[in-house]
């Protein structure tokens, strides 16, 4: 069985039956044969029900943040917020999804090329349970525009939102089979994983989660030769270079390592500031930080909720620890405060240095590291010593400067004097142990089709 928790509480919220290699043989079966029916599907048809997703999204805001607060302790109004973003791209890819797969021809020595863009299969979707409807969402919808069948695995502990997306996709109107969830208890996800990548209908994977998840997915599927795009851990630098706007870096910052309680792939998580400016950067990032309002999701003014699980929360506190025990100062918060759910406090780490759990290893949770830094140079440096390339961001009142300095740096993307974002009309991933491939915009629609040449004489 899976049980979900809830974390604010620790209470038990639901209980699932898992599926057997059998069910999930039927499932996937069942997903193929609406596939080809899909496929076959006009642009048209596709778009009408791609919007009416968004509209559901939309009517049915108030429930489905409940849910995702209820599974894993976002703070409601950020919750509401996801459903949003969810209907968004649901728009976006319903309104360019047709111009984004327009065949491409071009002139060949007196013959006619002709690329095309035809959909792969039924694609599987291993999804994280940060983002539990965003992440499944942006993936899922440019994967159906472009006449795909699509099975998600989900979280164990947002089943309840993994059973509630695939009945609002069921509720648009899709094909009752195109769109599946399937449930996998934690301890079988190694296992019950490799038998879908191996299983004849799925034709590609895209994997949302940890680095260790990515390694152990992208492997099966290398085996099956099957293409896989992946979005991993991130331990994003934010280097405020001492022309910045020094309120301004420290409200981006604190925003973009508070939001969903610090639990982000793209999170804030090392603040990288020049010498000149760090003492004015940390005495307004510390009381930001300790001042946050934790708590209760369901409460309102509430900025972060609690820690998703137990372990979790008990994985951050450790590295925390680490590197104090390493020579870190504590400037704020770092203990599990006593009562009920998985709370751990805001946290500020100065005086970080290489070889610190703080420095090396990604943080999954509210905590602030502070590095100082001599000059641009050093701050490229320390931001691309690190097994991740997934965000990054620059803040310097010099536009060409801060530009000059994400140019250097080994990552997905770089934001100039803004807090890292997805957002559907811009490619999103990473390099190195962030992964590869990319998401959204037109680039990420074309990673689950088959580009397909013509050669006409």
């Not at 602030?368 to 961001?393: K, M, Q």
Request: glycine share 10%.
């Amino acid at each position: 069985m899976i049980v979900t928790i809830n974390p604010a509480t620790g209470e038990t919220l639901a209980e699932y039956q898992v599926m057997s290699s059998g069910e999930l043989d039927r499932v996937l079966r069942q997903v193929d044969l609406d596939f080809r029916i899909w496929r076959a599907t006009a642009m048209q048809e596709r778009q009408r029900l791609m919007k009416r997703l968004g509209e559901l999204l939309r009517e049915r805001q108030a429930e489905h943040a409940r849910l995702i607060s209820l599974e894993m302790g976002k703070p409601l109004a950020q919750a509401a917020g996801e459903v949003n973003k969810c209907a968004w791209v649901c728009d976006y890819f319903a309104e360019h999804a047709e111009s984004f797969l327009q065949p491409e021809e071009s002139l060949l020595d007196g013959a006619r090329g002709l690329v095309k863009f035809e959909p792969l299969g039924v694609i599987l979707g291993v999804m994280p349970w940060n983002f539990p409807y965003w992440q499944v969402i942006r993936f899922a919808a440019p994967a159906i525009m472009a006449g795909n069948g699509i099975v998600v695995k989900h979280a164990p502990n947002v089943t309840g939102c993994s059973i509630a997306i695939e009945e609002l996709f069921r509720d648009a109107g899709f094909p009752e089979h195109l769109y599946r969830a399937v449930h996998v208890g934690l301890e079988d996800v190694d296992r019950m994983t490799g038998f879908m990548i191996d299983h004849p209908a799925i034709k590609a994977v895209s994997v949302t989660g940890s680095t260790g998840a990515g390694r152990a997915v992208a492997s099966k599927a290398g085996r099956a030769i099957k293409r896989s795009v992946l979005e991993l851990g991130g331990s994003d630098p934010y280097i405020v270079l001492d022309d910045a706007d020094i309120a301004q870096a420290v409200s981006v910052c604190v925003a973009g390592r508070l939001l969903n309680t610090g639990q982000s792939c793209i999170a804030a998580k090392r603040f990288i500031v020049h010498s000149k400016v760090i003492g004015e950067f940390t005495d307004l990032l510390v009381p930001k930080m300790r001042n946050a309002v934790m708590g209760d999701p369901f409460s309102e003014g509430v900025e972060l909720g609690p820690i998703a699980r137990a372990d979790l929360r008990d994985l951050v506190h450790a590295q925390v620890t680490r590197s104090v025990e390493a020579g870190a100062e504590l400037l704020c918060g770092g203990f599990v405060p006593d009562g009920p759910g998985y709370f751990y406090p805001p946290t500020v780490l100065a005086g970080v240095r290489k070889g610190m759990a703080a420095w090396e290893e990604e943080i999954f949770g509210p905590v602030a590291t502070v590095i100082e830094v001599r000059d641009d140079d050093e701050a490229v440096e320390v931001a691309n010593d690190s097994e991740y390339g997934l965000g990054s961001a620059v803040f310097s009142r010099d536009q060409e400067r801060a530009l000059a300095v994400a140019d250097r740096l080994e990552a997905g993307n770089c934001f100039i004097n803004s807090m890292v974002k997805s957002d559907p009309r811009l490619p999103f991933g990473g390099v190195k142990l962030s992964g590869y491939g990319r998401e959204l915009s037109h680039h990420g629609i074309r990673e689950f089709v088959n580009i397909k040449t013509l050669y006409i004489a």
